[in-house]
């Protein structure tokens, strides 16, 4: 009968173990599929089209900084689909033929950063493909064509947040003169 008990013990502790074995690898599937979901839920929420409502430019010490390349409002239009594609457009007002010149020069001269896309002539435009790190709340756009050439293959990632019909996208880059600055968008759903 001892033998029996002690059997039996056995397949108690290995009956523990299995169902341990299980519980901890259901645990981690539901935890895959819990950042799955929000990854999705986070998508659902971004998907759609946005129109500019604001840009700020805030220098480190708090300085508000406008924009010469696309003024301190310009226009702006952001656009997410469902299957991963992004498409962004925003343009300074009051461009005008006239100044394409001058522009032009200006434009020559601004060197690229890798943070963020380049405006040309009051304008910057790309589109790609994005992807979304629900945990770090940041989307990145990775650029497959620009206006300017320099942008293409760029993987341009921003902090991001949404609530209700407002999209608001925050980063750190740097303006033409090389001064590190906060750039702060506001969107609204376009409905």
């Not at 708090?62 to 239009?77: E, N």
């Not at 890798?114 to 435009?125: E, K, R, S, V």
Request: charged share 20%.
């Amino acid at each position: 009968m001892e033998g029996y008990s002690v059997r039996i013990e056995h397949l108690m502790r290995r009956a523990v173990t299995v169902t341990g074995a299980v519980l901890v690898f259901g645990a981690a599937f539901a935890g895959d599929k819990a950042q799955n979901g929000t990854v999705a839920s986070l998508i659902d929420q971004l998907v759609g089209g946005w129109r500019l409502v604001s840009r700020v430019t805030t220098a480190v010490d708090g300085r508000v900084l406008v924009d010469p390349g696309l003024s301190a409002m310009p226009s702006g239009v952001l656009i997410y689909d469902r299957s991963g594609h992004v498409a962004a457009q925003l343009s300074r007002p009051g461009r005008t033929v006239e100044s394409l010149g001058d522009e032009c020069r200006a434009a020559e001269k601004v060197k690229g950063t890798n943070d963020t896309a380049q405006t040309i002539l009051g304008y910057d435009a790309y589109f790609g493909t994005y992807t979304v790190d629900a945990k770090q709340g940041v989307v990145t756009h990775h650029l497959e064509s620009a206006l300017f050439p320099g942008d293409i293959g760029k993987d341009i990632k921003r902090n991001f947040s949404i609530s209700g019909d407002t999209l608001t996208i925050k980063f750190h880059t740097t303006i033409a003169d090389g001064t590190s600055v906060v750039r702060t968008l506001v969107w609204a759903r376009m409905k």
